[in-house]
């Protein structure tokens, strides 16, 4: 007996009208991740000591802060690596504090600047752009740089603007503006400082003819505000679709937030249940958004007496943020370089075997132990993939592993790419 479908062509046509509408939000607000390299963290310095040395001498200043204490596999044991892993890490650990000590680095003139008056806030703004240039001309800058500026609250809303101003400015003056610049507004409490920060950075690109939606901005979560708001709903999930490929990214503020809901200092912890409430619903806002996650700092510093345990703390903060899904972090010390790629590399190097195995299984259509779907070959690709890019491991020793090259775990990972690229050479 034959079997013919009992739905008509005018059916089918009223159910995609029906979703249009969803189809095109999806495309709109929710592309994915664009398989870009996303930093393991971000270091913070007040905007006026920075100079084209800067990364390499926070660089030299983490390894002679872990050679004193006894070198890097000494740290991946204090950190809970095996003989064997911290064996493996150590030199991988050393060689990215001699090439690439920071991924990211922001040039700050909020809490790191404080008010020192508009002329040498003015002054200070020049210079920062001018220096970046110049480094990144030099080929010194991190991969990606850029500012932090003053919120959008009333008191401090005119400052902030000229400074970014200033900056983006006095950066186009020089030339072109590094691949990697990253602009950072802080303390957002409303979806209306966020268009306003999007009409900013749309008539900078307007004034100074750059591509529109060549300023793409951070936002900093360090507010109660943003996470629940008057009507009792959640202004952060609305962030991505009320400016549309604008955001690059949402920062959790550790201390700001935490102070906002009286917890003590003492008490105040990227590991506080207010935290982990507050990071949770940021997962859920930015999901398939294609906005990337940072997690926040500890203020607690690996110097003097205290080094050993503060190294510890770190390093456990950062794997505990790497479980998580934050794959990203602040960093305020040279000396917690070490720990911050120590606990990264580790991270990755753990896991990549059994990844690879799943992934090549997956791949090649292998019978395995565990059968995985396509959403979870495209976690596996990724997990890999980042571990790639940070350093973790090589390209020679992952293809090996997975019989994948970097192109192929990208195109894994991020499938929305091969139909880019599929459409771009056509």
Not at 23 to 33: H, V
Not at 86 to 93: D, M, N, S
Not at 164 to 190: Q, R
Request: proline residues 5%; charged residues 20%.
């Amino acid at each position: 007996m034959t079997v013919t479908p009992s739905l008509s062509t005018a059916d089918l046509a009223h159910i995609d009208s029906s979703c249009a509408a969803t189809d095109e939000l999806l495309d709109r607000n929710y592309p994915g991740d664009d398989g870009s390299r996303q930093p393991v963290h971000t270091v913070y310095v007040p905007a006026d000591r920075f100079t084209p040395t800067f990364a390499a001498d926070w660089g030299s200043q983490g390894q002679e802060a872990i050679n004193n204490y006894g070198g890097l596999e000494k740290l991946g044991a204090l950190l809970g690596q095996d003989a064997e892993l911290a064996a493996e890490v150590a030199p991988r650990v050393a060689a990215k504090l001699a090439t690439e000590a920071i991924e990211d680095l922001r040039l700050d003139f909020e809490d790191g600047f404080g008010d020192r008056g508009d002329a040498a806030e003015d002054a200070a703004a020049v210079a920062a752009g001018k220096a970046v240039a110049a480094a990144t001309a030099a080929g010194t800058a991190p991969p990606f740089i850029g500012i932090r500026f003053k919120c959008f609250e009333a008191a401090t809303r005119a400052r902030g603007v000229r400074t970014l101003d200033l900056f983006v400015s006095s950066l186009v003056d020089a030339g072109e503006l590094p691949d990697g610049l990253v602009l950072t507004l802080p303390k957002v409490t409303t979806v209306d400082q966020v268009k306003a920060m999007d009409f900013a950075v749309t008539r900078l690109e307007e004034i100074h003819g750059l591509p529109a939606g060549r300023l793409r901005f951070e936002v900093q979560v360090e507010t109660p505000q943003l996470i629940l708001g008057p009507e009792g709903t959640s202004p952060v999930a609305q962030l991505a679709h009320a400016v549309p490929g604008r955001i690059s990214g949402l920062h959790y503020g550790t201390y700001d937030y935490s102070a906002s809901l009286e917890i003590s200092a003492e008490y105040q912890s990227m590991e506080h249940p207010v935290a982990d409430f507050a990071k949770e619903v940021m997962q859920l806002a930015v999901a398939g958004t294609g906005i990337r996650l940072s997690d926040g700092s500890t203020n607690i510093m690996p110097v003097g007496e205290g080094a050993e345990a503060a190294w510890a703390l770190h390093g456990r903060l950062v794997r505990r943020s790497l479980e998580r899904g934050y794959y990203q972090g602040w960093d305020l010390h040279a000396a917690q370089l070490p720990s911050r790629f120590s606990a990264t590399y580790a991270f990755y190097r753990q896991g990549l075997p059994a990844a690879a195995v799943r992934l090549r299984n997956y791949v090649q259509q292998t019978p395995g132990a565990v059968m995985d779907e396509p959403a979870t070959a495209r976690a596996l690709a990724n997990f890999i993939l980042r571990g790639l890019v940070c350093g973790a491991a090589g390209a020679e020793e992952v293809q090996a592993l997975t019989s994948l090259d970097q192109t192929q775990l990208t195109l894994l990972a991020h499938p929305r790419l091969a139909a880019v690229i599929s459409g771009a050479n056509a």
